[in-house]
C-alpha cells in the first residue's frame, strides 16, 4: 500500500475509535442525567404552594442581596430561637433542633432532603446572571483584597486560620462559595503586589478597572477559570436544582460534570430548576427591589405574623424568647436585633389575644422596619467596600467602570451562563404573575388596610381620585370653550 494512503486509513481508524469513545461518553453522560432528573421531578408536592407551610427555607443564591432580606425580614419576622443553626457550614447543621422554623442559606436545594419536604416552604431571589457575575467577581476581589494588611500571603494565611478558630459567629470563609473563592483571590493580589514590588519599572496601567493585571486578576480571567467554571456559572440554576459543587447528592458531582460537558445536556437541568421555581411560595427578583420586598412582606411576611401569632403557637414562642436570648450571641448580627418588631410580635403572641385580622398592621410596621434597616446595612457595606478596595487602588469597581468591559467578555459571560440565563427569563414571568396575584388580593379588599398603612395610597384609594381629576379636567376645557365661543361672538 501507498504509504500516504496507509496513513490516511491510520488516521480514519484513529477519528472512528475517537468518535465511539465520545459518543459513548455522551450516551453515558445523558443517562445519568436522565435519570437524575427524573428522581428528581418524582418528588413533587402537590400540597398549596401559596400557603405557608411549618418550616421556611430561604435558598440564598450569592450576590443576590438576600442578606438584606435575612437581616431586614427574617430576623424581624422569627425569633432567634426558631431559626436554625446556621448550616452554611455543613458540619453545623443540625435540623433536629427543637422549634427550629427558618433556614436562610448557600446551600443548594439537596439540603431539603434534610428537611421535612412536605411541610417545607421554599423561598429564593435571582438576579440578572451578568450582574450576579460581576458581583461576584467584585466581591471575591474586595474580601480578599482585607488581607493585603499583611507583609505576605504567609501572615495572612495565619491570621485567617487563628480568626476563624476564635470567632463564634459564621465567618465568610466559612460559607460556601467564599471558602474557595475568597483564598483563591488572596493568592493571586498576594502574588501580583510581589511582582509589583520586585519590579523596578514604572507600572503601565490600563484605565479599565476590570483588567488592571498588576493589581488584581482580570475579569476576562477570571470568568475562565476552571474554579469559575465549577462555582460561579449557571450557578443560580444548579443552586436551584440542587447541583452545586456543595451538594448533598451524592451523584450531582456526576451530573454537573456531565452537564458542563455537554451543554445540550443543561436542558434537563432547567426543566427541574424551572419545576421547582413554580413550586416555590415566593421567588423575587434583585432588579425589582421596591416591589420584590413589598410582594415578600405581603406573601411570606404576613403568613410567618399569622403563623407565628396562632393561638396554639404562643406559648412556644414565650418560651423560645427567653432561650433565645439567652443563647443569642452573633457578634456581626448585633446592631439588627433590637427592633420594635420582633418585641411587637412576641408581646401580642404571649398575651395570646392575637389574630389573623391583626396582619394589617404588622405587616405595615414590618416595610417601615424593612427599610431603616436595609439603609444601614447598605451603608455598612458600602463603608467596608471602599475601605478594602483603597488597598488594590487604582482598582475601583463602579457602575460605570463595567461600562468599559469589552463586548466580548460580556459575550463569553453570556455563553458561560446560559442556563441561568433562561432560568432569570422564566422567573421574571413567574414573578410578574405573583405581583398581578398580589395585587389582585390588596385591590380585592383581603389586604387593604395592609397596603393602605405601608404605602399611602392605594389603588381602589386612587379611583375616586381619578375620577374627579378626569371630571376637573372636562369643566376647564368646557369652560375654556365657552370663552373662547363668547370671545368669538365680541369679535
Ligand atoms: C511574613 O511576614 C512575617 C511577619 O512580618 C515574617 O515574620 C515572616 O518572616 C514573613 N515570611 C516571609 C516568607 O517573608
Ligand atoms: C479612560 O477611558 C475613558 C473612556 O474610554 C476615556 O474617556 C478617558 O480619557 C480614559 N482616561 C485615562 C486616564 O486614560
Ligand atoms: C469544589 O470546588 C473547589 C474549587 O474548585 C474544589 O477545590 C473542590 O474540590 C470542589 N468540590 C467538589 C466536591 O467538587
Ligand atoms: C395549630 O392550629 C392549627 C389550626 O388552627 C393546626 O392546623 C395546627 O396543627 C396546630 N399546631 C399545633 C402545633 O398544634
Ligand atoms: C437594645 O435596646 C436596649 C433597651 O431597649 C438597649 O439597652 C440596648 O443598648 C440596645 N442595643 C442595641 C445594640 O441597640
Ligand atoms: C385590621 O383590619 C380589620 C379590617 O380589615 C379591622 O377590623 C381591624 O380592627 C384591624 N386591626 C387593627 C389592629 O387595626
Ligand atoms: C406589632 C403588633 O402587631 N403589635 C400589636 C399588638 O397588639 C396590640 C393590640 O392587642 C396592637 O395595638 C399592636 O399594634
Sequence with gaps: MDPTLKFCVFLLLIGLANASITKKDFGACERVVRSWAKSSLDQEIREDKHTLRDFLFFLHVPRTGGRTYFHCFLKKLYPSSLECPRSYDKLRFDPSKPNCRLLVTHDDYSITSKLPRERTSVVTILRDPIDRVFSTYEFSIEVAARFLVHPNLTSATQMAVRLRSKTRGVNTLDIWPWKYLVPWMREDLFARRDARYSREAAIIESNDSYDMEDFAMPLQEYINHPVAEDIVHNGATFQVAGLTNNS?????????????????????????????????????????HRESATMFANVVGAQVISQLNAPNMSLDIVDSREQGSLSDSEPENSEYQNNTLERGVSENASSGNAEVAEANLTVGVLMKAYEGCIFRLRNAQRGRRTSSLKRISPVNFLKEARLQVPEEVLQQMRFLNDLDLELYEYARDIFSKQHKTTLHKLTEGRWEKIASTAYGITLWKAIPLVITFLFLLFLFLLIVNVRRRTLKVKQ
Excluded at 256 to 283: F, N, P, S
Aim: aromatic fraction near 10%.
Design 248 to 288: 448533598y447528592l451524592a451523584e450531582s458531582h456526576e451530573v454537573r460534570h456531565c452537564v458542563q460537558k455537554y451543554k445540550i445536556l443543561g436542558r434537563y437541568v432547567l426543566e427541574v430548576a424551572k419545576k421547582r421555581l413554580d413550586d416555590m411560595l415566593y421567588v423575587g427578583l434583585t432588579e425589582e
